[in-house]
């Protein structure tokens, strides 16, 4: 469960930005909400939407999760001393175009809040801290902070975390995180943090996923049957998947490739498993007719490929953050994929929806609660500002939140202007 993001310098990102999912006192929605376990965590929203103009920078938050989530997973396990970070600071300003990106989140794992972030150039991590609060009660396990002056890192390791620490130490490169380092080296105490971003967080850009993991899932009866309830419930007639698993031979490639080029691919892919999909429809005499997957619509193809990792979602309690929820999908497929996560019943785990979208229909007080609402604003100096819809103060149940956003009252609407034509 992710309570809080804060991000600085990373892309149109300049200033600090915080996104929270905390729940604000107002009554309303309440099946929108939930109250987490973790003792000294505030009661959390199961989503949170975030609009905004084209290139205002609502992508950049997603991007930039992304960017951590794979950092915390990799830095210490794929790069090697050397290694550039990908991360990209604010590139329209002197004063922040060769400064440090800083990324935090504040989390739940395993029913204890935590608080982690680092800060980072391409070359080096510049700092690394993490707080845990078992019991409610801050708890310091470590800071470690680069002195430019002594060109090496100060470390201050709280008297809560246990373990091998000189030699996690010892052994954490400039390019990597302590975090990621301790748990390769066998940290069971931090292995819940990092658990979280590798397998509590999902992330995923405007493409999706594509259909391999719901494909899958369809390998086995049970989980098929709940492919195919999702797709029903969503209005798609699809009476049946047939899925075959397949591996990459020599087939798959042109006569003329060369020998060693064919070879150095298959080597790369012997390990991977691809499935061919087909779904099945009746026609008008009760018969079953088969499809190729690449027949169906972009919207189908792109629900089924959610399918899976919306009903995993679900039933493990992750949290997804998704840019363009609407691409391809019709708004009340929108709104029955958000509604799912608002569900008690289809989601009992807590789950986490978090979006960004244009689609303005289901920007309604009957969908989302007023702090579930967020937008993005590209200010004049083209950085990005993040706010909640509560910082109107819009009237409880009463005031069309479509109509004031469309008519400009919240801002993070494109800034349209005269086309001036050319004369021959």
Same mark, same amino acid.
């Given at each position: ?16 930005? @915080? ?23 505030? !009661? ?16 950049? $938050? ?13 830095? +210490? ?19 922040? #175009? ?8 504040? $989390? ?23 707080? !845990? $609060? ?7 396990? $470590?800071?470690?902070? =680069? ?6 890192? +100060? ?18 490169? +400039? ?16 292995? /819940? ?24 899932? #369809? ?10 309830? &999702?797709?029903? !419930? ?58 190729? &997957? ?26 997804? =953050? ?8 019709? /708004?009340?497929?929108?709104? =029955? ?30 969908? &989302? ?6 937008? #993005? ?5 083209? @950085? ?7 910082? &109107?103060? /819009? ?16 801002? +993070?609407? /494109? ?10």
């Amino acid at each position: 469960m992710i309570i809080e993001l804060v991000v600085e310098n990373y892309r149109s990102i300049k200033e600090k930005q @915080s996104f929270s999912l905390a729940k604000s006192s107002s009554i309303e929605l309440e099946n929108n909400s939930f109250i987490p376990t973790a003792s000294g965590s505030p !009661a959390l929203l199961n989503s949170a939407a975030i609009y905004g103009a084209n290139a205002a920078g609502k992508s950049n $938050f997603v991007r930039a999760l992304a960017t951590m989530q794979s950092i915390v997973v990799d830095s +210490a396990r794929e790069s090697k001393r050397g290694d550039k970070l990908k991360v990209t600071p604010f590139k329209l300003s002197e004063s922040t #175009c060769n400064s440090p990106t800083e990324f935090e989140v504040v $989390f739940i794992a395993d029913n204890v809040k935590y608080q982690y972030g680092f800060s980072t150039t391409r070359e080096r991590v510049l700092e690394e801290w993490l707080f !845990a $609060f078992p019991n409610g009660k801050p708890q310091r396990w $470590f800071i470690r902070a =680069f002195d430019k002056e002594l060109g090496d890192y +100060a470390w201050n390791f709280g008297s809560f975390l246990t373990g091998k620490k000189q030699l996690w130490k010892d052994s954490t490169r +400039a390019n990597s995180l302590f975090l990621s380092t301790s748990v390769m080296l066998n940290s069971e105490q931090l292995k /819940p943090v990092y658990d979280w971003f590798n397998n509590t967080l999902k992330t995923t850009d405007i493409s999706g996923w594509n259909s391999a993991y719901t494909a899958s899932l #369809c390998m086995d009866a049970e989980n098929k049957k709940e492919v195919l309830n &999702f797709l029903k !419930a969503a209005d798609l007639d699809i009476e049946d998947i047939i899925v075959k698993s397949k591996t990459v031979d020599s087939s798959y490639f042109p006569e003329n490739m060369p020998l060693s080029i064919k070879d150095k691919i298959l080597e790369e892919l012997s390990d991977e498993e691809f499935y061919e999909v087909k779904t099945v429809h009746t026609n008008d005499s009760g018969n079953k007719v088969p499809f190729d &997957f690449e027949d169906e619509s972009d919207g189908t193809q792109k629900l089924f490929s959610f399918a899976g990792p919306w009903i995993d979602s679900l039933k493990k309690g992750k949290v997804l =953050f998704i840019d363009e929820l609407h691409d391809s999908l019709h /708004p009340t497929i929108v709104r =029955f994929l958000v509604n799912l996560f608002h569900d008690k019943k289809s989601n009992q785990n807590n789950a986490q929806l978090i979006f960004t979208t244009h689609e303005t229909s289901i920007l309604d007080q009957k969908v &989302f609660r007023r702090d579930q609402v967020w937008f #993005c604003n590209k200010e004049k100096d083209q @950085s990005t500002s993040l706010y909640s819809l509560t910082d &109107f103060s /819009p009237r409880k149940g009463v005031e069309n939140l479509e109509k004031s956003y469309l008519s400009g009252r919240y801002g +993070a609407l /494109p800034l349209i202007s005269k086309l001036d034509y050319l004369e021959d």
